[in-house]
């Protein structure tokens, strides 16, 4: 099936660190992505992670990926107001049969607190 | 630069009024995917283009066509939108099967509001 599971919301204090958690059911899928969302916009790239990976570190973003579980999370370090969104996972498979279309899961929502 | 454009940003139709919303992009990619964004959900795959076949999803509903009448441009049409359609539409655009499959790369997204 495709599946993907998120918390719906986080809330953290400017400064600390975010972690946003994700679930996904297909074992097939290739590259698992982040995606933020601020109010009114399209969907912005942060990362993404391929399957044959564990761990992804891009300034203050960290992703790690555990297949065993089938689980992702997105840390952000040094939590700033500017990063309240919306964070959605989504993942995408290979194949022929498939063309890198994203599913995504429902979004969680980060309120950061000056 | 915007890499993927879509016009307009903003867009009120009539109830049952024919809509149609346009994307363009500026990578060459040859894949192309209109996605439906209603309020706090996800986004969901309407259909997409892999250069020229179209690739319906099962459940999108027959109100929606889209046409790609070349690589850079791809449009959706609404053919009687209802109240139920109010929505952000996001286009997307990546690299696949060529052996080099890049991300989905998002517009703004047009905001429509049926009335």
């Not at chain 1, 998120?6 to 899928?29: A, H, K, P, W």
């Not at chain 2, 139709?13 to 060459?28: A, E, H, I, R």
């Not at chain 2, 209603?38 to 179209?54: E, G, I």
């Not at chain 2, 999803?57 to 209802?82: K, V």
């Amino acid at each position: 099936g495709e599946d993907v599971e998120q918390s719906l919301f986080l809330s953290v204090r400017e400064g600390d660190s975010s972690v946003i958690n994700c679930t996904y059911t297909d074992s097939s899928s290739t590259y698992l992505y982040w995606y933020k969302q601020e109010p009114g916009a399209g969907l912005q790239l942060l990362t993404y992670i391929f399957s044959n990976m564990d761990m992804k570190q891009d300034q203050r973003l960290t992703v790690l990926l555990n297949k065993k579980d089938k689980h992702l999370s997105l840390r952000i370090a040094d939590t700033q107001t500017g990063d309240s969104a919306i964070y959605f996972c989504a993942e995408s498979k290979r194949g022929s049969s498939n063309t890198g279309k994203l599913i995504f899961g429902q979004g969680t929502t980060l309120q950061v607190k000056p | 630069d915007a890499m993927v454009i879509q016009n307009p940003r903003y867009q009120v139709t009539q109830f049952g009024k024919p809509v149609t919303l346009s994307c363009s992009q500026t990578l060459n990619h040859n894949v192309m995917y209109w996605y439906q964004q209603k309020s706090s959900q996800a986004p969901k795959l309407l259909f997409h283009y892999y250069d020229k076949d179209f690739n319906n999803e099962a459940d999108t509903p027959d109100n929606f066509q889209s046409r790609r009448p070349n690589t850079s441009f791809c449009f959706l049409d609404i053919r009687s939108p209802g109240l139920g359609d109010a929505a952000m539409y996001l286009c997307a655009t990546s690299s696949w099967g060529r052996g080099l499959n890049t991300e989905a790369f998002f517009g703004q997204g047009t905001r429509l509001t049926v009335v």
